[in-house]
């Protein structure tokens, strides 16, 4: 099977003058030059990408900055909101503004029924000096119209004359 190799004839000739028959560094060259190009393109490619990465790191750092200065800023004015909308503090602004405390409502029943007496607001007396900040009355729970519970019997509170008005009940219904 096995041949001695001798000259060759033909063909074979032919393309054995194409193919260099010794060891060639030129072939290897492009090949290397190719591996190094693409390793050096990889590593660019991986820089860049890292860059991205570590940009968009930092803008979402920048925006939970962002977004806590915000939130705190929320807190605060929500803080603000909450000391305006304040019983005591709407009073004081209602009284800076010429405002006084409603008088005794009267209720309507069911059957409409009128309980209790209505009485007028007293308005202050304006004072010679204007003060700043107004004089509170002694009992704050004397200006408060006293709400009884529903089905329950109204209790008379006596008027200004002293005299005990009569307040028709309800039924119950």
Not at 106 to 129: H, I, K, Q, Y
Request: positive net charge; hydrophobic residues 35%; aromatic residues 2%.
């Amino acid at each position: 099977m096995s041949a001695a190799r001798g000259p060759l004839k033909g063909r074979a000739a032919r393309l054995g003058r194409l193919m260099p028959s010794g060891p060639s560094s030129a072939a290897r060259t492009p090949f290397v030059l190719l591996v190094v190009l693409l390793l050096g393109g990889g590593l660019i490619t991986l820089l860049l990408l890292n860059s991205a990465l570590n940009q968009g790191s930092f803008k979402l750092r920048e925006l939970k900055d962002r977004t806590t200065e915000l939130t705190d800023e929320e807190q605060a004015l929500q803080r603000d909101v909450d000391a305006y909308a304040a019983p005591d503090a709407l009073e004081r602004r209602a009284r800076e503004l010429g405002m006084v405390p409603g008088g005794s409502p009267a209720f309507l029943g069911p059957d409409g029924t009128v309980l209790g007496e209505p009485t007028v607001a007293a308005s202050p007396r304006p004072s010679r000096t204007a003060s700043r900040a107004p004089a509170r009355t002694a009992d704050p729970a004397a200006t408060r119209p006293r709400q009884a519970a529903p089905g329950a019997t109204a209790t008379p509170e006596p008027t200004a004359t002293g005299t005990t008005p009569t307040v028709p009940t309800t039924s119950g219904r």
